[in-house]
Nanobody, 126 residues
Framework: QVQLVESGGGLVQAGGSLRLSCAAS????????MGWFRQAPGKEREFVAA????????NYADSVKGRFTLSRDNAKNTGYLQMNALRPEDTAVYYC???????????????????WGQGTQVTTSS
């Protein structure tokens, strides 16, 4: 069973930055794809960013392109989502997810991920 633990969420003013971390419980994390999703109150969970197993492929939602950067350190079994120029509309619970079935892809759909973290709250004040 794969466990994911997110950290780094919090309250920030508009224009500020946060870095989220996602630590995986498995040593083979380097063979998994990783994604971040978010869910605001009353809304569906939406794709934010994804990275394939070796970091060679990334995908970003249009709403975060140029502001968010996803990276991974497979030696530490950890992924990072650097979020800059945060906006009030970025407020949500952020979830990391991982899957082993197609590690060469940076998958963008929730049903392409088998394992999920518990989420971390990000709140951006105006």
């Amino acid at each position: 069973q794969v466990q994911l633990v997110e950290s780094g969420g919090g309250l920030v003013q508009a224009g500020g930055s946060l870095r989220l971390s996602c630590a995986a419980s498995i040593r083979t994390f380097g063979t998994y794809t990783m994604g971040w999703f978010r869910q605001a109150p009353g809304k569906e969970r939406e794709f934010v960013a994804a990275i394939n197993w070796n970091g060679g492929v990334t995908n970003y939602a249009d709403s975060v392109k140029g502001r968010f950067t996803l990276s991974r350190d497979n030696a530490k079994n950890t992924g990072y989502l650097q979020m800059n120029a945060l906006r009030p509309e970025d407020t949500a619970v952020y979830y990391c997810a991982t899957d082993f079935r197609q590690p060469w892809r940076a998958a963008t759909e929730t049903n392409e991920y088998m394992y999920w973290g518990q989420g971390t709250q990000v709140t951006t004040s105006s």
